[in-house]
């Protein structure tokens, strides 16, 4: 279960979170993974007192090169650095709203794996493309693009994320069933590309306005190994409700 801030929380915020969250989720150990994706300002303090605890300090987003002249971003090498274990890859509001592109996701993906970083790479589509009957023309080109510059990468070392747009801080939720088609396509997909054990070991998540009402149907379909969470994460106690419904 892996919480998104997104561009939320200051240092102290962040502190009296996890100093919250630490104790609490220690409960789950072993049998849940949990993740934090923190703002860059922060993401030190996390993985800091995230240390030792099992849950995985995590970054939103970094670039392909590990150093030169690019104004305004962070490498991979600056991520372990501090402690950050994982990094969220394209996002649909780094697609959107800062043109990533495909290209630039897999590139992404590929020097996360290399560096070590576990890569959480984000498909979906918008519901302009779903009306049109385009859902798996997007996503599944999407899914190629990392797959296929991933190298000699395990299923292991990748997270992917199915997050439908339209469903992104709208209130609006994919139903079970639906989260359900996408992922299950995703992992056929996955094992046409790079074989049964590839697609079995590959963890995919839905994103989508996930909240404590909802947790529990998507997470009883059989093809949803987890959740990235944005809203719902950004209070302990309601993240603890969708940490225990990822355990049951």
């Known amino acids: 279960m892996a919480a998104n801030w997104k561009m939320h929380k200051t240092v102290r915020e ?3 979170y996890m100093a919250a969250l630490l104790p609490r989720v220690a409960d789950f150990a072993g049998e849940v993974d949990v993740a934090v994706f923190a703002p860059f300002t922060c993401l030190s303090e996390v993985a800091r007192m995230a240390e030792g605890s099992g849950v995985i300090a995590g970054a ?4 392909y090169e590990d150093s030169g002249a690019f104004t305004g971003e962070v490498s991979a090498p600056m991520l372990l650095d501090v402690g950050a274990r994982a990094s969220i890859i394209g996002h649909s509001e780094r697609r959107e709203l800062f043109c990533e592109t ?3 996701v897999a590139r992404k993906a590929r020097r996360a794996v ?8 984000c498909v979906g589509e918008t519901k302009e493309e779903r009306d049109a009957g385009r859902m798996w023309e997007k996503v599944s080109g999407q899914v190629r693009a990392v797959v296929e510059g991933l ?8 997270v992917l994320a199915y997050e439908p747009i339209w469903a992104i801080g709208t209130g609006e939720t994919a139903s079970p069933e639906d989260a359900q088609d996408a992922i299950g396509r995703i992992r056929e997909l996955l094992g046409e590309l790079r074989g049964g054990e590839f697609a079995s070991e590959a963890r995919i998540l839905y994103g989508g306005s996930i909240k404590p009402g909802n947790i529990s149907e998507i997470m009883a379909q059989k093809d949803v190994d987890g959740g990235l969470v944005g809203g719902a994460s950004l209070e302990v ?9 990822a355990r049951d």
């Open 14 to 16: 962040a502190q009296d």
């Open 60 to 63: 939103q987003n970094f670039f």
């Open 102 to 104: 495909d290209e630039a």
């Open 114 to 121: 290399e560096a070590g970083l576990l890569p959480v790479v």
């Open 151 to 158: 190298g000699e990468a395990s299923g292991g070392q990748v």
């Open 237 to 245: 106690g309601s993240f603890l409700e969708l940490v225990g419904a």
